[in-house]
């Protein structure tokens, strides 16, 4: 994966596909990934809107194949990373796709840089920050695998990553290895500090009436880490928001779902 170095002298692992063959001034796509991820997490829709648009994948500090940076793992810091990266790739405006974590940043793009986007689409995130007792099983989380690694604690973040349906499909074992996979091969300090500037997070949503460019809310009915109610909240609050719900998909959705969310983004974008 190519890299780059921010001002802040953090080191980001990126993938872009470039434009499509013979279409050189297509709109670019990038995607912001969920916590215990990177932007492996949206290779069936980056696989499939490559055709039409530039897809663009950050992996945050710490995360994916982005090493631990020194510092700066709050959602303010991964917004300027993004801005870092656009204006290394020379993208302009942006259609940005965010899950979870990814939509914390999205939401800050949109209410305070809104010349930066085109659109915003936000997959199972919430804007009202975690509740006390979510932020304590977080940081406890990070503490425990930053000691003893995934393998105690893999049952309960896979519960909160995924859905039950898909934890009971036979699909799901695939998907599983290589998530877990993914997480023993990271660094255990950075997963940590990337767990814990989520626990602690502050709320957007008091921001949330600024944004004013198109924004789609995409969230599955089995999401138990932000349900559906978060997501009606968002939209509630985005002018002109609309809101989708995907049957039978967790907080995953993007490989839960793909045969669903594929085709929601690529309607989306083409009226956004």
């Given at each position: 994966?190519?890299?780059?170095t921010?001002?802040?002298a953090?080191?980001?692992?990126y993938?872009d596909?470039?434009p499509?063959?013979?279409?050189p001034d297509?709109?670019?796509?990038?995607?912001?990934h969920?916590?215990?991820?990177?932007?492996?997490?949206?290779r069936?829709?980056?696989?499939?809107l490559?055709?039409?648009?530039?897809?663009?994948t950050?992996?945050?500090?710490?995360q994916?194949?982005?090493?631990?940076?020194?510092?700066?793992y709050d959602m303010?810091?991964?917004?300027?990373?993004?801005?870092?990266?656009?204006?290394a790739?020379g993208t302009?405006p942006?259609?940005?796709?965010?899950?979870?974590?990814g939509?914390?940043v999205?939401?800050r793009?949109?209410?305070?840089?809104p010349e930066?986007?085109c659109?915003?689409?936000?997959?199972?995130?919430?804007?009202d920050g975690?509740?006390?007792?979510?932020?304590?099983?977080?940081r406890?989380?990070?503490?425990?695998h930053?000691?003893?690694?995934?393998?105690?604690?893999?049952?309960?973040?896979?519960a909160?990553?995924?859905?039950?349906?898909?934890?009971?499909s036979?699909?799901?074992?695939p998907?599983?290895?290589?998530?877990?996979?993914?997480?023993?091969?990271s660094?255990?300090?950075g997963?940590?500090?990337?767990?814990?500037?989520?626990a602690?997070?502050?709320?957007?949503?008091?921001e949330l009436?600024r944004?004013t460019?198109?924004?789609?809310?995409?969230?599955?009915e089995e999401?138990?880490?932000t349900?559906?109610?978060?997501?009606?909240?968002?939209?509630?609050?985005i002018?002109?928001?609309r809101?989708e719900?995907?049957p039978?998909?967790?907080?995953?959705?993007?490989l839960e779902?793909?045969?669903?969310v594929?085709p929601?983004?690529?309607?989306?974008?083409a009226t956004?």
């Open positions: 994966m190519p890299l780059l921010t001002s802040g953090a080191t980001l692992a993938t596909t470039g499509p063959p013979g279409r297509a709109p670019t796509v990038v995607f912001g969920g916590l215990l991820f990177g932007g492996w997490m949206f069936p829709q980056t696989a499939s490559s055709a039409d648009y530039r897809c663009v950050l992996d945050w500090r710490g994916g194949d982005s090493p631990r940076a020194p510092g700066g303010d810091t991964l917004t300027a990373d993004v801005r870092a990266l656009l204006d790739l302009g942006v259609h940005f796709v965010g899950l979870s974590m939509g914390f999205g939401m793009l949109a209410a305070r840089h930066w986007l659109s915003l689409s936000l997959l199972a995130t919430t804007a975690l509740t006390p007792a979510r932020s304590r099983s977080f406890q989380l990070a503490l425990v930053r000691l003893v690694g995934i393998g105690p604690v893999r049952g309960r973040a896979a909160m990553a995924f859905g039950a349906s898909f934890l009971r036979p699909e799901s074992g998907v599983l290895a290589e998530w877990e996979r993914r997480l023993r091969r660094d255990r300090a997963i940590a500090d990337a767990v814990r500037g989520v602690g997070h502050p709320p957007i949503g008091a009436g944004v460019v198109p924004t789609l809310v995409l969230v599955g999401d138990t880490s349900p559906p109610s978060d997501a009606a909240g968002i939209a509630a609050r002018p002109g928001a809101l719900r995907i039978r998909a967790g907080h995953t959705l993007t779902r793909p045969e669903a594929t929601a983004l690529r309607a989306f974008l956004a």
